[in-house]
């Protein structure tokens, strides 16, 4: 399963007590989808739970995730970072096999399979989906 840090913990709870949010329901949807820099990206939104979701329950603040990103999330961390030039939720995967330069796509590592390289994803040109 994953963990959740108590400061990531914190402002999910913030974020979800925003007006206009349900506190019967809202939750952060946490996915996993092809793109980015590295192939695989994550994906996060305040959302319901659908049928099917693992619920992980932080502090009253649900984290839903769908059955198909479950295998590239397990055993990770969310974190939060209150950077200057970069805050946000941040995911720490030990499935990743190397994650791009702005941290939101990683490569998924595979049994028997050295992760591919290319110097130009190492972050000077990141910016996400692409």
């Known amino acids: 399963m994953i963990t959740v840090t108590e400061i990531a913990v914190k402002h ?12 019967d329901g809202d939750g952060l949807r946490l996915r996993v989808a092809r793109g980015g820099c590295a192939g695989m990206e994550y994906q996060m939104q305040i ?5 099917g979701d693992t619920i992980v329950d932080v502090g009253g603040a649900p984290i839903y995730i ?5 295998p590239y999330l397990e055993g990770c961390q969310v974190d939060y970072s209150d950077d200057l030039t970069d805050s946000g939720l ?3 995967n030990p499935n990743a096999a190397r994650s791009c330069g702005c941290g939101t796509s990683f490569e ?5 399979r050295a992760p591919t390289y290319d110097p130009a994803l190492d972050g000077s040109v990141c910016g ?3």
């Open 12 to 23: 999910l709870q913030a974020l979800l007590a925003e007006p206009g949010r349900s506190a």
């Open 47 to 51: 959302d319901r739970r659908s049928d």
């Open 66 to 70: 769908d059955a198909d990103s479950l």
């Open 90 to 92: 941040k995911i720490n």
């Open 108 to 112: 998924p590592r595979q049994e028997g």
């Open 128 to 130: 996400g989906s692409e």
